[in-house]
C-alpha cells in the first residue's frame, strides 16, 4: 500500500527558503519511507519567497533591481509579474527591500530602519505597467508604518516647521502634516491588494510595536517611543485622507505597512493566505496525503495567529489529515496548536546551540527532525498492525 506525505513547510528566517525546507524535509522522510510519495508545497505568507512561489506557479517573470535597503544602504532586490493574467499584474514582497534579514545584527533598531526600498518597488511595478500589485507583507526589519514607503511614492512627511522628517519609525513622534500634492498620480489606476496577517492591528497593547518591535532589536524604551510614534502616525493619516487605520485588520502587518497602504496608497488588506491560495494548491495536495509535515523557524502561542504551520493545519483538519510540526524552537504556549489542529509537534534542536550554529546547520538538523518523524509514524502504523491483527 503507498504512503502519500505532503509537505508543506514554511521558510526559516535568515536560514532556509521554504522551498528548501522542503526538499530537507523530503530528504529525512525518504530515509525513512522510501518507497512513500512525497507531494511538496512550499508555502508562501506574504515573507520572503512570496514572490518567487507566486511566479513559479502562474508561469510568470521575475525582474531585478537596487533598491534602497532598510538602513538605507542599497540592496539587491526583485519583483515579478504573474504569468496567464487578463490584466498585467505585478507580485511585490515588501521584505525583498525590508525585511529583517537585511538589517545587520549590529543595526537592528527599529527606530531607524526604513521601508523606502518597498516604494522603489512600487514604483517599479508601476514604470514596468502594472496595473495590479499584489503586496506581500511579512518578515519585516522595520517598524516606521510604511512611510518610508510613502516617501518613495511622492507623499510628503512634516514636522512643525514644514521640513521633512527623517526617515524610521521614531520620527513620526513629530509628524505634523501629510502632503500628498506629490503622491504619484498612477496609484489612482492601479489596484494594490495587501497580504497581510489580519490579526496584526497598529495601535494598542496588541499593537505592532509592542508585540514585534522586541523582535526586531526594540529595547523597552525604544518600544514605548514607537508605540506613541504609530498613534501620532495614524492620527496624521485620519487627518489627511480621513481613513482611520488604528485597529483596521491588518494595519500593523510589515511594521505598520499596512497602514500606508490602506490609508495612504488606496489599497485594501487582505488576509495573506486568501491571495496566497488563489495561486497553491494546497487543498489538492491535502486530499491526496496521508500525512502532513509543515514547518517553520518558531513553533508558539503566536503560531494560531496566521502562521504558516496553523493554516496548514486547519485545512488538513478539515479533511480528517494528521500533521505533524517542526520548528527550529519551541517557545512559550506551543501547546495553544493542538487546539488547531496540529496534531504533534517537535524541534529540530537535539542539543544546544548558538543561534549561528542552528542558522549554519539547519538544513542537516531538519532533515534528521523529519526522518525522525517519520520513523516515530512507522512505529505507530506497526503498533497498529499489531493490534488489528490481535484483535
Keep these: 500500500m503507498s504512503f502519500t ?3 508543506a513547510p514554511s521558510g526559516f528566517k535568515e536560514s532556509l527558503s521554504a522551498d528548501e525546507a522542503a526538499d530537507c524535509i523530503e530528504k529525512g522522510v525518504r530515509r525513512a519511507f522510501p518507497d512513500a510519495i512525497v507531494l511538496k508545497a512550499p508555502m508562501a ?51 525583498a527591500a525590508a525585511g529583517l534579514s537585511l538589517v545587520p545584527r549590529s543595526k537592528r533598531n527599529p527606530c531607524l530602519t526604513t521601508s523606502h526600498g518597498v516604494g522603489e518597488l512600487v514604483r517599479a511595478a508601476l514604470d514596468h505597467g502594472a496595473r495590479r500589485i499584489l503586496l506581500g507583507c511579512g518578515d519585516s526589519g522595520i517598524n516606521d508604518g510604511g512611510a518610508g514607503m510613502a516617501e518613495a511614492l511622492g507623499i510628503r512627511l ?32 492601479v489596484r494594490i491588494d495587501a497580504a497581510v496577517n489580519w490579526h496584526n492591528v497598529l495601535l494598542g497593547e496588541r499593537g505592532v510595536a509592542r508585540v514585534f518591535g522586541p523582535q526586531k532589536g526594540a529595547t523597552p524604551e525604544q518600544v514605548e517611543v514607537l508605540a506613541a510614534a504609530m498613534e501620532t502616525y495614524a492620527a496624521g493619516i485620519l487627518r489627511a485622507t480621513g481613513a482611520e487605520v488604528g485597529m483596521a485588520p491588518g494595519s500593523g502587518a510589515s511594521g505598520g505597512l499596512g497602514a500606508a497602504i490602506l490609508g495612504l496608497l488606496g489599497g485594501k ?3 495573506r493566505y486568501d491571495i496566497v491560495m488563489q495561486y497553491l494548491e494546497l487543498d489538492r495536495f491535502i486530499e491526496e496525503a496521508d500525512l502532513v509535515i509543515t514547518a517553520e523557524g518558531s513553533l508558539d502561542g503566536q503560531t494560531p495567529f496566521g502562521k504558516v504551520p496553523a493554516e496548514v493545519a486547519h485545512r488538513a483538519k478539515r479533511a480528517g489529515v494528521p500533521v505533524i510540526a517542526l520548528a527550529g ?12 489542529g496540529i ?24 532533515a534528521h527532525a523529519a526522518e525522525d518523524a517519520a520513523r516515530m509514524v512507522m512505529v505507530g502504523m506497526s503498533l497498529r498492525n499489531r493490534l488489528e491483527k490481535a484483535a
Design 45 to 95: 505568507d506574504g515573507g520572503e519567497g512570496f514572490t518567487r512561489a507566486l511566479v513559479k506557479a502562474t508561469g510568470g517573470t521575475l525582474h531585478h533591481l537596487t533598491v534602497t535597503g532598510p538602513v538605507n544602504d542599497p540592496v539587491e532586490a526583485h519583483f515579478g509579474f504573474l504569468g496567464g493574467c487578463s490584466e498585467p499584474t505585478a507580485v511585490i514582497e515588501m521584505a
Design 5 to 7: 506525505v505532503l509537505v
Design 269 to 271: 488588506l487582505h488576509s
Design 158 to 189: 512634516l514636522d512643525n516647521e514644514g521640513d521633512l522628517l527623517p526617515r524610521g519609525g521614531a520620527a513620526l513622534t513629530d509628524l505634523a502634516a501629510i502632503d500628498l500634492s506629490g503622491r504619484d498620480p498612477r496609484l489612482d489606476s
Design 329 to 340: 524552537t519551541i517557545g512559550e504556549g506551543v501547546r495553544l496548536n493542538f487546539e488547531h
Design 343 to 366: 496534531d504533534a509537534f517537535a524541534s529540530i534542536l537535539s542539543r544546544p546551540c548558538s543561534l549561528e550554529d542552528a542558522i549554519s546547520s539547519a538544513p542537516k538538523l531538519l
